[in-house]
């Protein structure tokens, strides 16, 4: 039908974002209150290639002090600190976003709860995503087989895809995360997108801005 749309929120993230997991119970009521018409995609952007050293000290000061500072402004946001202590961190997180993607494609129905498997792992049980062995757990502890996941990790074609879903959010001019946009696609090729502010406390405040973008 010539002048139909398509338009669906895409939401940006990375499972080892620790903004990402601050955000998580607000993006659950969004998606929930999506108006219809309006589908959610997420999209990995990744933000630390495949990197097996240690993470240096001073970095791992910082990122503990990021999740002190989230813990004070987004109240219920938790994380297990003995993590930095006991997980020999790396800043690596790639393998957790092909994770995801490999996950995703057994099943969609893998997609959420693999992202949130990652990060339950994560921030509030102290094991480090960026381990092979505990992606793969993680896998088979949410249904997936896991030696097609264990085989899928490595594929070419997942570490493709995961390039594929950067390039993606980079052309959508999303610069951190979480990011949000809506995308409007007409029949024509054209595409409209638009960025939406994250609120980290309300669900509706971020449901009033796509309805904003929308009608502009």
Same mark, same amino acid.
């Given at each position: 039908?010539?002048?139909?749309?398509?338009?669906?929120?895409?939401?940006?993230?990375?499972?080892?974002?620790?903004?990402?997991?601050?955000?998580?119970?607000?993006?659950?009521?969004?998606?929930?209150?999506?108006?219809?018409?309006?589908?959610?995609?997420?999209?990995?952007?990744?933000?630390?290639?495949?990197?097996?050293?240690?993470?240096?000290?001073?970095? %791992?000061?910082?990122?503990? $002090?990021?999740?002190?500072?989230?813990?004070?402004?987004?109240? $219920?946001?938790?994380? =297990?600190?003995?993590?930095?202590?006991?997980?020999?961190?790396?800043?690596?997180?790639? %393998?957790?976003?092909?994770?995801?993607?490999?996950?995703?494609?057994?099943?969609?129905?893998?997609?959420?709860?693999?992202?949130?498997?990652?990060? %339950?792992?994560?921030?509030?049980?102290?094991?480090?995503?960026?381990?092979? =062995?505990?992606?793969?757990?993680?896998?088979?502890?949410?249904?997936?087989?896991?030696?097609?996941?264990?085989?899928?990790? =490595?594929? @070419?074609?997942?570490?493709?895809?995961?390039?594929t879903e950067r390039e993606l959010s980079g052309a959508l001019g999303?610069?951190?995360? @979480?990011? +949000?946009? +809506?995308?409007?696609?007409? =029949?024509?090729?054209?595409?409209?997108?638009?960025?939406?502010?994250?609120?980290?406390?309300?669900?509706?405040?971020?449901?009033?801005? +796509?309805?904003?973008?929308?009608?502009?």
């Amino acid at each position: 039908m010539t002048g139909a749309t398509a338009t669906r929120l895409v939401y940006v993230h990375d499972p080892m974002c620790s903004w990402c997991w601050a955000f998580r119970p607000v993006l659950a009521r969004v998606v929930d209150g999506l108006p219809p018409g309006v589908a959610c995609e997420r999209l990995l952007g990744g933000l630390a290639p495949d990197d097996d050293a240690p993470m240096p000290t001073e970095m %791992r000061r910082a990122l503990e $002090g990021t999740w002190r500072r989230i813990e004070t402004l987004v109240p $219920g946001t938790r994380f =297990d600190y003995t993590f930095w202590r006991d997980a020999e961190p790396r800043r690596s997180t790639f %393998r957790s976003c092909r994770a995801v993607i490999a996950a995703r494609e057994q099943d969609a129905a893998h997609e959420v709860p693999m992202i949130e498997a990652i990060q %339950r792992a994560y921030y509030l049980e102290a094991r480090n995503p960026s381990d092979r =062995d505990v992606l793969i757990d993680l896998a088979k502890s949410i249904g997936a087989d896991a030696a097609r996941f264990a085989v899928a990790l =490595d594929d @070419p074609r997942v570490h493709a895809a995961l390039a594929t879903e950067r390039e993606l959010s980079g052309a959508l001019g999303v610069q951190g995360f @979480p990011g +949000l946009v +809506l995308v409007t696609e007409a =029949d024509d090729g054209r595409a409209r997108a638009q960025p939406l502010a994250v609120d980290y406390h309300d669900a509706d405040v971020v449901l009033a801005r +796509l309805s904003a973008a929308r009608a502009a």
